[in-house]
Antibody, heavy 121, light 112 residues
Framework: EVQLVESGGVVVQPGGSLRLSCAASGFTFDDYAMHWVRQAPGKGLEWVSLISWDGGSTYYADSVKGRFTISRDNSKNSLYLQMNSLRAEDTALYYC??????????????WGQGTLVTVSS | QSALTQPASVSGSPGQSITISCTGTSSDVGSYNLVSWYQQHPGKAPKLMIYEVSKRPSGVSNRFSGSKSGNTASLTISGLQAEDEADYYC????????????FGGGTKLTVL
């Protein structure tokens, strides 16, 4: 059974930093690209970032480019999102999600339950 | 403002069919057969319903179907059931030099 378990969400002040983690199990982690997708309270889904199976290719939404960094450790079956210079508009539930392919696409077949990040003073 | 445009809400009675549209541009929906659709019930994680415009993942009912014409993709749900009431989001590839992946704003489906 595929499982994606996010952690690291907390309340942080504007301008602060945070690192989210996602522990993956139930599939061959290093065969697949991975995404972070977020959802602000009461709002729709917003794609944040994508990393290819080997970490060689990374992509970001314009809203987070230059502030967020996606990475993965295939030896630990883990995905990460380093978030810097946080803003109030980054407040959201952050989902870790698995792509159907290694290079990444828009076919996201498994999602975690999310971790809540709140940016507030 | 979302990159892909969806109606805010649609509704239908049990047994009827409904279609949700997703309008993009020639840079995303119109250029790639990489449109997917997600169902999200309140308080739950999204679920993949359609990928690559019209493919259904294993386990998804064949009452769900997808299509695309030009810059607009569509999700059709036939034989509406009460459990289909949820939010639906479309998603498209937008090119590696741009936002890469974009979602629609979401459509609330109400089963009357």
């Amino acid at each position: 059974e595929v499982q994606l378990v996010e952690s690291g969400g907390v309340v942080v002040q504007p301008g602060g930093s945070l690192r989210l983690s996602c522990a993956a199990s139930g599939f061959t982690f290093d065969d697949y690209a991975m995404h972070w997708v977020r959802q602000a309270p009461g709002k729709g889904l917003e794609w944040v970032s994508l990393i290819s199976w080997d970490g060689g290719s990374t992509y970001y939404a314009d809203s987070v480019k230059g502030r967020f960094t996606i990475s993965r450790d295939n030896s630990k079956n883990s995905l990460y999102l380093q978030m810097n210079s946080l803003r109030a508009e980054d407040t959201a539930l952050y989902y870790c999600a698995k792509d159907m392919y290694g290079s990444g696409s828009t076919s996201i077949d498994y999602w975690g339950q999310g971790t809540l990040v709140t940016v507030s003073s | 403002q979302s990159a892909l445009t969806q109606p805010a809400s649609v509704s239908g009675s049990p047994g009827q069919s409904i279609t949700i549209s997703c309008t993009g541009t020639s840079s995303d929906v119109g250029s790639y057969n990489l449109v997917s659709w997600y169902q999200q019930h309140p308080g739950k994680a999204p679920k993949l319903m359609i990928y690559e415009v019209s493919k259904r993942p294993s386990g998804v009912s064949n009452r769900f179907s997808g299509s695309k014409s030009g810059n607009t993709a569509s999700l059709t749900i036939s034989g509406l059931q009460a459990e289909d009431e949820a939010d639906y989001y479309c998603c498209s590839y937008a090119g590696s030099s741009t936002s890469h992946v974009v979602f629609g704003g979401g459509t609330k489906l109400t089963v009357l």
